[in-house]
């Protein structure tokens, strides 16, 4: 079993930045792929980016790709989500998932933290 808790969110003006962690306890972090995804309301939870165990292969998806990364550091059990240049249309809820695999598809997550609000304001 793996517990994730997400932190980082917050309001923030379009153009600036925000980094988002999660931090897992439990199972050996290290044995996951990690990804990061979002939900707006309304909306199905959308892929946004994923990370190999090492953290030497990262993947984010073409629309944030040039804005957002992820890095991981498992001697402290997290994986973060560096978001620059926000638009509003990055508002949502953003969740990490410790899953098996590099993947877009949340269905082969096993697990998910509980999100952490982004609000971008124009």
């Known amino acids: 079993q793996v517990q994730l808790v997400e932190s980082g969110g917050g309001l923030v003006q379009a153009g600036g930045s925000l980094r988002l962690s999660c931090v897992a306890s439990?199972?050996?972090?290290?044995?996951?792929?990690m990804g990061w995804f979002r939900q707006a309301p309304g909306q199905e939870r959308e892929y946004v980016a994923a990370?190999?165990?090492?953290?030497?292969?990262?993947y984010v998806e073409d629309s944030v790709k040039g804005r957002f990364t992820a890095s991981r550091d498992n001697a402290k059990n997290s994986v973060y989500l560096q978001m620059n240049n926000l638009k509003r249309e990055d508002t949502a809820v953003y969740y990490c998932?410790?899953?098996?695999?590099?993947?877009?598809?949340?269905?082969?997550?096993?697990?998910w933290g509980r999100g952490t609000q982004v609000t971008v304001s124009s």
């Open positions: 439990g199972r050996a972090f290290s044995s996951y792929t």
């Open positions: 998932g410790a899953g098996g695999v590099v993947t877009s598809n949340p269905r082969n997550y096993y697990y």
């Open positions: 990370i190999s165990r090492s953290g030497d292969s990262i």
